[in-house]
């Protein structure tokens, strides 16, 4: 299983097109932290960072991603609701791109579903 994918915003971004944020943000296990580091030329700064990684409390955020919307060269984003609940908690704009994940992507899939 990779447990590499896009979080929060960048995630949004390819689940709700109107989504936008300048940030890269990921979703990383630690195990693989010092070699994306290294990959990346990555390192922590105190501000104006482009790239937010984010440390999973557990391995959940990498199941059931994005519904088999990868691209053969793009990492697999988190399942919208779990994107929909990362951008909730975000602060900022993060409520108001939740919204528009819940409008956009959740709602007419539940319609679809019958859930609503």
Known sequence: MVKLAYAAFSAAEFQAPHVRQPKTWLYLSPSLEVEFCKQTDSKQVDSGENLV????????????????????NRLPATNPVQTYVDLFHCGGRGEEAAEA?????LKPEWKIRGVL
Not at 56 to 65: A, H, I, K, L, N
Not at 101 to 105: G, I, N, V
């Open 53 to 72: 990684v984010l440390t999973p409390d557990d391995d959940g955020v990498f199941f059931e991603r994005d519904g088999g919307t990868t691209g053969d």
């Open 101 to 105: 994940l819940l409008e956009q992507k």
